[in-house]
T-cell receptor
Framework: SQQGEEDPQALSIQEGENATMNCSYK?????LQWYRQNSGRGLVHLIL?????REKHSGRLRVTLDTSKKSSSLLITASRAADTASYFC?????????????FGKGTKLSVKP | NAGVTQTPKFQVLKTGQSMTLQCAQD?????MYWYRQDPGMGLRLIYY???????DKGEVPNGYNVSRLNKREFSLRLESAAPSQTSVYFC??????????FGPGTRLLVL
């Protein structure tokens, strides 16, 4: 069963604009991760935020976490055509043991030049 | 370093045929995973191996078997393929309880 649910399912923006994707989850977590998947490729880890953190930055990425609302957001600033991809949030599942992750269904981002 | 490699990249099977998907990692990771990805469904965990010699079921294990051959290799076997197993299969590995590193995927079509 899906733990994380991304919103929106699809997002289309112009190059230079900011893109915001949201993720909601159901149970307590130790951390939340965001992954990116280019078409026809495997997933690539972007950023991890721990349950005791509220915000984290990595380059043009900004992630926030609100454990009281069980939600997270990923902001990509000054987007580029190369940011076109699907973005997934993932939370540690099964009690956090074994490093298992539960992925959401993803947000498909299209950045138009 | 090649990271996580998967073979084959693409396979077509007839219903009832069997095949093994191969996965190898060169990062000395303890944990390895098999996922399937279907349109609109995200990734679902099939099986995982927390360490060499151990395997456990994930969310959707029915119709699959796995073997952790050694620390590097983790294979996924379909004994009798069904059209419902048409999917893209990803192998991943992890050195701890956090970040996972994914292979390029195997696209499987079962007719």
């Amino acid at each position: 069963s899906q733990q994380g649910e991304e919103d929106p399912q699809a997002l289309s923006i112009q190059e230079g604009e900011n893109a915001t994707m949201n993720c909601s989850y159901k149970t307590s977590i130790n951390n939340l991760q965001w992954y990116r998947q280019n078409s026809g490729r495997g997933l690539v880890h972007l950023i991890l935020i721990r349950s005791n953190e509220r915000e984290k930055h990595s380059g043009r990425l900004r992630v926030t976490l609100d454990t009281s609302k069980k939600s997270s957001s990923l902001l990509i600033t000054a987007s580029r055509a190369a940011d076109t991809a699907s973005y997934f949030c993932a939370t540690d599942g099964y009690g956090g043991s074994q490093g298992n992750l539960i992925f959401g269904k993803g947000t498909k981002l299209s950045v138009k030049p | 370093n090649a990271g996580v490699t998967q073979t084959p990249k693409f396979q077509v099977l007839k219903t009832g045929q069997s095949m093994t998907l191969q996965c190898a990692q060169d990062m000395n990771h303890n944990s390895m995973y098999w996922y399937r990805q279907d349109p609109g469904m995200g990734l679902r965990l099939i099986y995982y191996s927390a360490s060499e010699g151990t395997t456990d079921k994930g969310e959707v294990p029915n119709g699959y078997n796995v073997s952790r051959l050694n620390k590097r290799e983790f294979s996924l076997r379909l004994e009798s393929a069904a059209p419902s197993q048409t999917s893209v299969y990803f192998c991943a590995s992890s050195g701890g309880l956090e970040t996972q590193y994914f292979g390029p995927g195997t696209r499987l079509l079962v007719l």
